[in-house]
């Protein structure tokens, strides 16, 4: 399927590695041209460099905190009419004791997966509108339709970013301008794994055991290949997808067992 993307402009936050990079390539594959932005300049550019000689598409890069304002100027400056947005806040975290955590680090999380986020989608969606196409994507975790032990500030701010645009799309789509989220879960990434050995540890069990009991959940029994969610992405972003917005697209193997 020819998904009708050639020639469009995608920013991509967290691109260096793992799921955002699987999206640019599946991006780069349908002919968009691409900002990517990652705090590791030489993983970036390495990435950049790998897309560029695979599909051909403009890669430029930004080296930087997404979450940083100042950061959104510079991207903007590169990428000023973006077709698509894909926010991923590229923070690992490990779980952790809720009753140890102050406000300031419940307001770290508010501000990695709710406001940097929303800073971007104010920023970009009225040209959107007014070009009458735009895809913004925000990339999440399955675990936000069934919260995890250890992960409640993630989950807070997460949810907080999925009410939210779910009533910004509603203003947006009849633009041609649509707001999705996508929920993976058991896919082979580096920030898997660091999540995995934070339970590991604070279970006092072995990452290999903390595995299998996943996997074991998992009637896909398997890690997903990156691509399996890149892919997704790129079909969301695509012409045919116009009528889809405003939804919390888990993608994990069947572990989520809610008809919902």
Same mark, same amino acid.
């Given at each position: 399927?020819? !998904?009708?993307?050639?020639?469009?402009?995608? =920013?991509? /936050?967290?691109?260096?590695?793992?799921?955002?990079?699987?999206?640019?390539? /599946? !991006?780069?594959?349908?002919?968009?041209?691409?900002?990517?932005?990652?705090?590791?300049?030489?993983? !970036?550019?390495?990435?950049?460099?790998?897309?560029?000689?695979?599909?051909?598409?403009? $890669?430029?890069?930004?080296?930087?905190?997404?979450?940083?304002?100042?950061?959104?100027?510079? #991207?903007?400056?590169?990428?000023?009419?973006?077709?698509?947005?894909?926010?991923?806040?590229? *923070?690992?975290?490990? &779980?952790?004791? +809720?009753?140890?955590?102050?406000?300031?680090?419940?307001?770290?999380?508010?501000? *990695?997966?709710?406001?940097?986020? =929303?800073?971007?989608?104010?920023?970009? /969606?009225?040209?959107?509108?007014?070009?009458? +196409?735009?895809?913004?994507?925000?990339?999440? $975790?399955?675990?936000?339709?069934? &919260?995890?032990?250890?992960?409640?500030?993630?989950?807070?701010?997460?949810?907080?970013?999925?009410?939210?645009?779910?009533?910004?799309?509603?203003?947006?789509? &009849?633009?041609? $301008?649509? #707001?999705?989220?996508?929920?993976?879960?058991?896919?082979?990434?580096?920030?898997?794994?660091?999540?995995?050995?934070?339970?590991?540890?604070?279970?006092?069990?072995?990452?290999?055991?903390? !595995?299998?009991?996943?996997?074991?959940?998992?009637?896909?029994?398997?890690?997903?290949?990156?691509?399996?969610?890149?892919?997704?992405?790129?079909?969301?972003?695509?012409?045919?997808?116009?009528?889809?917005?405003?939804?919390?697209? $888990?993608?994990?193997?069947?572990?989520?067992?809610?008809? +919902?």
């Amino acid at each position: 399927m020819d !998904l009708g993307l050639r020639g469009r402009s995608a =920013i991509v /936050s967290a691109a260096s590695k793992g799921l955002s990079k699987a999206c640019a390539l /599946s !991006l780069a594959r349908e002919g968009v041209d691409l900002v990517l932005i990652a705090r590791t300049a030489d993983t !970036l550019e390495a990435t950049a460099a790998e897309i560029r000689g695979a599909t051909g598409v403009n $890669v430029q890069t930004v080296a930087a905190d997404i979450h940083d304002e100042a950061t959104h100027d510079r #991207i903007l400056d590169l990428c000023p009419e973006p077709d698509i947005l894909i926010n991923n806040p590229g *923070v690992r975290q490990v &779980p952790g004791d +809720f009753r140890t955590w102050s406000r300031a680090e419940w307001q770290h999380w508010i501000d *990695v997966h709710f406001f940097s986020a =929303i800073r971007l989608i104010q920023r970009v /969606s009225p040209g959107m509108a007014e070009r009458k +196409f735009g895809r913004i994507v925000n990339m999440s $975790v399955s675990f936000i339709k069934f &919260p995890q032990v250890g992960f409640a500030h993630s989950h807070a701010a997460r949810l907080a970013l999925s009410g939210a645009v779910a009533a910004i799309s509603r203003e947006l789509i &009849p633009h041609n $301008v649509t #707001i999705n989220t996508v929920c993976p879960g058991l896919f082979d990434t580096d920030a898997l794994h660091t999540n995995l050995h934070g339970h590991a540890e604070r279970r006092d069990t072995s990452y290999e055991a903390i !595995l299998a009991e996943r996997l074991g959940t998992c009637p896909a029994g398997r890690l997903a290949d990156p691509t399996e969610c890149g892919d997704l992405v790129a079909y969301l972003c695509s012409a045919q997808a116009g009528f889809m917005s405003a939804q919390n697209i $888990v993608n994990d193997g069947g572990v989520y067992q809610g008809i +919902f």
